[in-house]
């Protein structure tokens, strides 16, 4: 097995390379065979110190004496504060000083570099990975928490404007209406303007007549009315209205529109070291069954859940269901493209997201509503996962089923690509097979691929990290058949073994730790975790979910380290911790 490649490869031996390491020079720091170490020790060097590989590190190395170069300081001088050979306790130069054995100093230096080692490596690094987990995923955030305060403040803007247009219309209706009477009142004068001169054309002709008539009668009856019409009307003078703005004060628009508060910085002690001494996690023996719900598909794909009241489970029809852990139905959702997803997943603030190969697209669901998150060109995606900090991990394939990979999102941004190693080789199976996807508590990216038999883990960065390719065992004779994949709270790795009816349990590392086989499993395909490190399991041809208990949470019981595993061979501190720590189950 290429070392490369795997997770689990024995340590070789430094000289020939090939065979499995059975000694070690303690001397030399090299690690031999049984063939090697006559090799090894042939340069009659006499310093060799050969033993057994567990006992490793078990002589000690004194350091040489400067003055006397063929012997060891196995002695301390207190006074000078250096190492010295015991011919300095006879010499002039450390007359009176007093010596200690310099193997009890290195005991007592040994006791708190190990006491150093425990606290920097169990509570110290996983407290600063965590700061800077918090710090990367407040800077993540960013985008989002500042696109909503603007959205905010353009929703504000966006009000004001109706709210001027709306204004801006109750004028213009206004100048209307006083147009209309405006004109009103100079129509009504005009009518009596013409009254009157109908009146005055009337007499003109009648005046035209008697001038050209020589009948002394009706000049006789002719009464002037000139008089009259010399009594010419007022004039009616009407004020065009105006418009008087009120000066425009940006300071006080700038208060009516609203503020935003500052950004104010507060240092407090937020961070506390992680103390094993108060949570311990350990596998049980024999994982436990806790519930089952029947789905009602006939071909169960996957499941997710965001609490015990929102399980979410797809299948082979177009309908994604939500169950509650007591496997009563909460809620349907029809898929857009009226065809079944690829997968789906729940996002933190408790979108439903899923797959659409049908669209080539992957759609956000909330409250019935549905948006298109991202739609691929020449690409359809597969399976995906939301990571610790909101992005989307997607695992998609080409048109031609030729090319596979791995694509980060944030929102609808291409953020990173992950495809070939370091030697320009595919990660991943070159298919459009299932490549289930979840992101490790340690930034691993770690995928189930099917088709190449491996679960493929890769660095945030997307380096190649190892391939697990499935254990040996006499129990498990049949191919490895990974499909679904989820992490835990301890960076525990879980993938589901179709074939041979079990879920692998690795630890960060690669390093396979054990089965869960006696939950009675038929065809398990997706897996999630919850918050609680409940293992839920789809299976494919019975359309179940089972809900496993596999972990122990231990927070009270031992004063001091609390050891990485309770003792094997101890049942009654085991019985005592799974009465005390075991939660309330469901009935």
């Known amino acids: 097995m290429d070392p490369r490649y795997s997770g689990q490869d024995v340590i070789r031996c430094d000289l020939c390379e090939t065979a499995v390491v059975q000694m070690h020079c303690d001397f030399c720091h090299v690690n031999l065979c049984v063939a090697c170490i006559g090799k090894h020790v042939s340069d009659d060097y006499d310093k060799h110190k050969v033993v057994p590989f567990k006992q490793r590190k078990s002589t000690l190395i004194y350091p040489k004496c400067a003055t006397h170069q063929t012997k060891s300081c196995d002695l301390h001088c207190r006074e000078c504060n250096i190492p010295v050979c015991s011919l300095y306790t006879v010499s002039n130069e450390h007359e009176k000083h007093k010596f200690l054995v310099l193997s009890e100093i290195y005991g007592e230096k040994k006791k708190s570099v190990r006491k150093d080692l425990?606290?920097?490596?169990?509570?110290?690094?996983?407290?600063?990975?965590?700061?800077?987990?918090?710090?990367?995923?407040?800077?993540?955030?960013?985008?989002g928490d500042y696109g909503k305060l603007t959205e905010i403040v353009t929703k504000r803007g966006e009000e004001w404007h109706r709210e001027i247009d709306r204004v801006t219309?109750?004028?213009?209706?206004?100048?209307?209406?006083?147009?209309?009477?405006?004109?009103?009142?100079?129509?009504?004068?005009l009518d009596k303007i013409k009254q009157v001169q109908s009146l005055i054309d009337k007499a003109l002709l009648s005046l035209k007549v008697i001038d050209e008539s020589n009948n002394v009668t009706m000049a006789l009856e002719y009464t002037s009315r000139t008089e009259e019409f010399s009594q010419l009307p007022h004039k009616v003078q009407l004020s065009l209205p105006t418009f008087s703005p009120q000066n425009i004060n940006r300071e006080e628009i700038y208060k009516l529109f609203?503020?935003?508060?500052?950004?104010?910085?507060?240092?407090?002690?937020?961070?506390?070291?992680?103390?094993?001494?108060?949570?311990?996690?350990?596998?049980?023996?024999?994982?436990?069954?806790?519930?089952?719900?029947?789905?009602?598909?006939?071909?169960?794909?996957?499941?997710?859940?965001?609490?015990?009241?929102?399980?979410?489970?797809?299948?082979?029809?177009?309908a994604i269901k939500c169950f509650n852990i007591q496997g009563s139905l909460r809620k349907i959702l029809g898929t857009k493209s009226g065809k079944p997803p690829n997968d789906i997943s729940v996002t933190i603030d408790g979108y439903l997201v899923d797959t659409d190969w049908k669209t080539r697209a992957v759609i956000k669901v909330k409250d019935g509503q549905i948006e298109k998150v991202l739609k691929l060109q020449g690409w359809v995606p597969n399976?995906?996962?939301?990571?610790?900090?909101?992005?989307?991990?997607?695992?998609?394939y080409n048109e031609g089923f030729a090319q596979s990979k791995v694509v980060r999102y944030s929102g609808s941004t291409e953020k990173q690509t992950i495809q070939f190693d370091d030697e320009g080789e595919p990660l991943y199976s070159r298919n459009g097979y299932i490549k289930y996807i979840s992101e490790n508590r340690n930034l691993d990216i770690c995928v189930a691929d099917y088709k190449a038999?491996?679960?493929?883990?890769?660095?945030?960065?997307?380096?190649?990290?190892?391939?697990?390719?499935?254990?040996?065992?006499?129990?498990k004779k049949l191919p490895f058949n990974p499909r679904g994949i989820t992490t835990d709270s301890q960076c525990q790795i879980l993938t589901s073994d179709r074939i041979n009816n079990c879920i692998h349990i690795l630890d960060q590392n690669g390093q396979f730790l054990r089965y869960i086989d006696n939950c009675d499993f038929k065809d398990p395909y997706g897996l999630c975790v919850d918050k609680n490190d409940n293992l839920f399991v789809a299976e494919y041809s019975t359309g179940d979910v089972k809900m496993i208990e596999y972990i122990i949470h231990i927070s009270h019981g031992f004063e001091g380290d609390i050891p990485e595993c309770l003792p094997q061979g101890d049942r009654k501190v085991q019985e005592c911790y799974v009465t005390r720590c075991r939660r309330q189950r469901v009935t």
């Open 169 to 189: 219309q109750e004028k213009k209706i206004e100048i209307h209406e006083m147009k209309n009477k405006h004109l009103g009142i100079l129509m009504q004068h």
């Open 453 to 475: 038999s491996a679960v493929v883990v890769v660095s945030q960065a997307g380096k190649l990290r190892f391939r697990y390719i499935g254990q040996c065992s006499t129990t």
């Open 383 to 396: 399976q995906l996962c939301v990571t610790s900090n909101g992005d989307l991990l997607v695992t998609m």
């Open 258 to 318: 609203g503020s935003i508060t500052p950004i104010f910085t507060k240092k407090e002690d937020g961070y506390r070291p992680k103390k094993q001494v108060a949570v311990a996690k350990i596998l049980l023996e024999e994982p436990e069954l806790i519930t089952s719900m029947n789905t009602g598909y006939k071909s169960l794909r996957s499941v997710t859940c965001l609490s015990e009241e929102e399980i979410w489970s797809e299948g082979s029809v177009d």
């Open 118 to 143: 425990t606290e920097l490596e169990n509570n110290l690094s996983p407290t600063y990975k965590t700061i800077v987990i918090d710090i990367e995923t407040q800077m993540a955030s960013l985008d």
